[in-house]
């Protein structure tokens, strides 16, 4: 028997509203997204086929068509009601953000390991990808992934993975929020026919709004049309050179891309240059963003934390450990990653802020994270992903790859940004973010789900 692999490319970008999905049948169908600077996040899910039934007499593959999806007209940033509508139309359980950031602690825990180099990690993009995964998942497989992703069942996680993604969608004159998926199948592996299944195919498409896209993963020009569609959907920021192979039957592409602006944009009048140490006692020139406002911030064993607002009701948190601790300390387990995030002493007052400028890319391996986190049949032969092929599959890896930057005008990341610091409490306090030494930064959507988090150990790379 011949063990297929399932490609599976995934990166969230939320941004805006999104109809029902119109289950077009398309030959092909490109996407063209207005360019502009933004956070990116892309995650890979590689999985392997191995065909251990062949297709039966009574059995048909499935049809080769293209199914589309449809995404609603943008609203303005200043139309509120429309807004309001779409949060109205699409509520979103509390028990999903609680679970959401639970997974972003448990996984990020693992995966902001000490690694030497700035790294960036998109648990948002990780939960849907699993999600989808979980789908079409059936018996023990199923319940591991739901187990990890903190839900109750399949159904509940679809249809809540679906109100998120309208909340989070958004397209305006000020930034952009946008995923866009994909699933890309080949019926056929060396003349043995691969069937798959409507129903899961409709279920992606009405629950994660992906398009699915018939191919030969035996022709090279494949690959090119994968990272094609990748580089289109986070606006050339990533372009990545997709491999296939005849192994291959099925990948799953998933871009999140996001741009979002300061409240408050910084005077680039007052960027300087200055010295950031490093974690090995050396130091680099980099230029720093200068500012001082009023918020709040709090103080816990070991660090100090702050936020800066985006105006499409996002916020970037910044987490400066103190002298001498290192920011891995404090997410080296997911009670003091989440103290790290959430606890300490709270204050209302001035904030000195003195922030790096900085822009990369991070490339991570989440295989092992996810083996020691449970996930032990899914990666083997005994995996069930009956509810998308009745051919063995099991996941053989989940790579993501992620970029950010940051200017004196906004963030290339998923945030969470509110405008106005009118009706404040008076201040009770200072808070001195000289971010000139390693730190942690984190994403938040309005909600309060955790959409990018990182480290940065040296701006200037």
Request: hydrophobic residues 40%.
């Amino acid at each position: 028997m011949k063990e297929k692999k399932i490609f599976d490319a995934i990166t969230n970008v939320s941004d805006e509203l999104i109809e029902e999905a119109s289950l077009t049948k398309l030959k092909k169908k490109g996407y063209v997204w207005q360019k502009w600077t933004a956070m990116v996040a892309c995650a890979l899910l590689i999985v392997t086929i191995g065909v251990l039934i062949p297709r039966g007499e009574d059995s048909s593959p499935w049809s080769g068509v293209m199914l589309d999806v449809t995404y609603p007209k943008a609203y303005a940033f200043e139309d509120h009601q429309a807004r309001l509508a779409v949060m109205e139309q699409n509520p979103v359980d509390e028990s999903i953000i609680a679970a959401l950031n639970d997974f972003s602690y448990r996984t990020g825990s693992l995966i902001l390991t000490e690694a030497g180099e700035n790294i960036n990690y998109s648990p948002l993009s990780l939960y849907y990808a699993l999600s989808l995964a979980a789908s079409g998942a059936r018996n023990d497989t199923e319940e591991q992934l739901l187990a990890l992703l903190g839900v109750p069942d399949a159904q509940f996680l679809s249809a809540q993975s679906r109100n998120l993604y309208h909340r989070l969608y958004k397209d305006n004159e000020i930034g952009k929020l946008k995923i866009a998926n994909s699933i890309w199948m080949d019926n056929d592996m060396n003349g043995i026919p691969i069937v798959f299944k409507e129903d899961y195919v409709e279920h992606a498409a009405k629950y994660f709004f992906a398009s699915s896209h018939s191919v030969d993963f035996a022709n090279k020009d494949t690959g090119k049309a994968m990272g094609r569609w990748i580089s289109t959907n986070t606006n050339g920021t990533i372009s990545p050179i997709i491999d296939t192979s005849p192994e291959q039957i099925l990948s799953i592409l998933n871009t999140v891309y996001f741009y979002d602006e300061w409240s408050d944009r910084f005077d680039k009048s007052k960027t300087a240059q200055d010295l950031f140490h490093l974690l090995d006692g050396n130091v680099v020139k980099n230029d720093f963003m200068n500012q001082i406002g009023w918020s709040d911030f709090a103080k816990g064993e070991g660090f100090t934390r702050a936020g800066l607002w985006l105006k499409n009701y996002n916020e970037m948190v910044f987490i400066l450990p103190d002298e001498g601790v290192s920011p891995y300390e404090l997410l080296s387990s997911p009670e003091q990653m989440r103290e790290t995030f959430e606890g300490g002493e709270e204050f209302t007052g001035q904030v000195v802020w003195k922030i790096p400028k900085f822009s990369f890319s991070s490339k991570l391996e989440m295989t092992d994270s996810l083996k020691s986190l449970g996930l032990s049949q899914v990666f083997t032969a005994d995996a069930d992903f009956t509810g998308i092929t009745e051919q063995k599959a099991f996941i053989n890896s989940v790579r993501q790859e992620t970029h950010i930057a940051i200017d004196e005008n906004g963030v290339e990341a998923s945030a969470f940004t509110q405008i106005d610091y009118a009706g404040s409490a008076p201040p009770t306090g200072r808070a001195d973010m000289i971010l000139n030494r390693p730190f942690i930064y984190g994403i938040k959507a309005q909600n309060g789900s955790l959409l990018f988090v990182g480290v940065i150990e040296n701006p200037a790379k």
